[in-house]
């Protein structure tokens, strides 16, 4: 009981917090008087049984027989000595397996944890911007207060990178939006989505997210001018396996406004991960210019 007690205490205080949030109840977790006495029934349980059956085997020994098979009976029986045999390849083997099974989880666990270092998370700054809907109420407005923002940021010292995004790899957040390819016919009952993510010009090279092919957003691009966009790895292979997917138009939201505009894609980038605990995460995604979006959440 006391050493549960240390090792749920060491447990909860080595917890990293970017792991723990995710985990519903964490800080609630405490020591349960019901699973601690089934814990001790079934080591018992298993001790009692374990011993059992040497324990027969003994009563069925036979001195007096022994003693006359002279040095045959020194050994035991052939039963008796497969018995153990078998029993001592199965705790080997169980041993074995549970070994295997720890260092696997302590490999991907591990893993997870630095999953994000590429990002160099320990040298970023983020925080959520929501403008007031009645002062900014035109997109030009929210794309006059960005482009200022961003440029203050930039001119503060020891500033590197000063931009803005709608969602962060690896943090379960994201817009997932269908879309259209231009001049190709979409399947009924079929939707196409993707993972609709608005960034800034500079924000692959912020966080270290190469580019395939093709380019990425700059100052030319402006909501006066052809609106573009970029598309990860995964989508261009998957909607253009014949060919490459630069200078093809998408629309986004085209199952509910018509009226979009559509983009063309400029430019193709590396494989990225926007989900942390997902088993098959999203790896569509569409990069958007921020300043082009007629609609949009909280930027970063």
């Known amino acids: ?48 049984i374990a011993g059992l059956l040497p324990a027969i085997e003994a009563l069925r020994f036979n001195l007096v027989d022994q003693l006359k098979s002279g040095s045959r009976g020194n050994t035991g ?12 390849v199965s705790q080997i083997a169980l041993a074995v397996a549970l ?38 109420d035109t997109p030009r407005k929210q794309a006059a207060w960005y ?38 016919a979409t399947v009924p009952g079929k939707f196409q989505s993707a993972l609709h993510i608005s960034v800034s010009e500079g924000y692959f090279g912020a966080i270290h997210i190469p ?3 093709g380019r990425v957003f700059n100052q030319s691009d402006s909501m006066d001018s052809q609106p ?7 989508f261009a292979t998957q909607y253009f396996p014949g060919g490459d997917a630069l200078g093809h138009r998408i629309r986004m939201g085209a199952t509910r406004d018509s009226n979009a505009r559509w983009l063309t894609i400029v430019g193709i980038v590396e494989e990225t991960s926007y989900s942390l605990w997902d088993q098959a995460p999203i ?4 990069w958007t210019w921020h300043r082009c979006l007629l609609r949009a959440p909280p930027m970063r």
């Not at 029986?77 to 001592?88: E, Q, T, V, W």
């Not at 573009?228 to 995964?234: G, I, N, Q, T």
């Open 99 to 136: 070994v295997i099974g720890a260092a696997l989880m302590s490999k991907g666990m591990g893993a997870m944890l630095h999953m994000a270092d590429a990002f160099k998370p320990s040298k970023v700054l983020t925080f959520n911007v929501t403008l007031p809907a009645a002062r900014y």
């Open 228 to 234: 573009v966009a970029l598309v990860s790895r995964r």
């Open 283 to 286: 790896r569509r995604f569409i």
């Open 1 to 48: 009981m006391i050493f549960a007690a240390l090792d749920l205490h060491l447990t909860l205080i080595a917890m990293p917090e970017r792991v723990a949030r995710y985990m519903s109840g964490w800080s609630n977790i405490s020591l349960n008087g019901r699973a601690l006495v089934f814990s001790i029934f079934l080591a018992v349980g298993a001790g009692v």
């Open 211 to 213: 580019i395939v092919s």
């Open 147 to 184: 482009a200022a923002s961003l440029e203050k940021l930039r001119a503060l010292p020891s500033v590197a990178h000063a931009e803005a995004t709608m969602a962060l790899p690896y943090c379960d957040t994201g817009w997932l939006d269908g879309f259209e390819i231009e001049n190709r």
């Open 77 to 88: 029986s052939r039963r008796s000595r497969s018995l153990r045999n078998i029993f001592a």
